[in-house]
């Protein structure tokens, strides 16, 4: 993602819509602090390598924030970040719910990503529970769902919630809305002055 003079740069068709469709669902966010949260830790460690990749900040929770996860969080969960919310979720959602207002409460977390794999027998669930999600968080967040299926993509969009389909894809949205968020950011300071 290349910002200048207010202009996002897209490297090809897939990441113009990835990015389209992150800025058409969310508010800029007002830093570049991203927390991943996954149902699988490998999933964190490869979008953690990602954002890094590409200059993202992927920081070190609070200690309340940790504490706060922690009574949450299945003792087999990881309380750092990438946040890993187990396939537990799926038994009680209110670990992925918490898990995700919680962090997103936490000062240094300005996007969350949400990662999930497959989980297509759980579809009409996880609608319900990203729509809740939405209403009680301010923050921006995306989720990263592999192999959605189209019914529960559709209806996550029209609600306003984007799906991306890929792991990198998903960071590298959550970075052209970070861009956004620093060119107005920058036009409003120039506004003002």
């Not at 979008?47 to 309340?64: F, H, K, N, W, Y």
């Not at 997103?104 to 297509?120: G, T």
């Not at 984007?162 to 861009?179: F, K, S, W, Y």
């Amino acid at each position: 993602v290349i910002r200048q003079h207010g202009i996002l740069r897209a490297r090809n068709e897939e990441h113009l819509l990835d990015m389209m469709s992150a800025l058409a669902t969310n508010a800029p966010p007002k830093g570049r602090g991203l927390a991943l949260i996954t149902q699988s830790g490998g999933a964190g460690v490869l979008m953690a390598d990602r954002a890094e990749e590409i200059g993202l900040t992927v920081p070190q929770l609070s200690g309340a924030t940790r504490t706060g996860l922690a009574k949450v969080l299945p003792e087999f969960g990881a309380t750092q970040n990438p946040i890993d919310v187990t396939g537990a979720f799926l038994a009680d959602p209110k670990i992925l719910t918490e898990s995700v207002r919680i962090s997103l409460e936490d000062p240094k977390i300005d996007v969350a990503v949400i990662w999930l794999q497959l989980m297509h027998g759980y579809a009409d669930s996880l609608v319900e529970l990203f729509r809740t999600i939405k209403r009680e968080v301010t923050k921006p967040f995306l989720v990263c769902w592999i192999e959605a299926p189209e019914k529960a993509r559709k209806a996550l969009m029209a609600d306003g919630i984007c799906v991306i389909g890929a792991t990198e894809r998903v960071v590298d949205a959550a970075a052209g809305l970070i861009a956004w968020g620093e060119v107005l950011a920058r036009e409003k300071a120039r506004s003002s002055a």
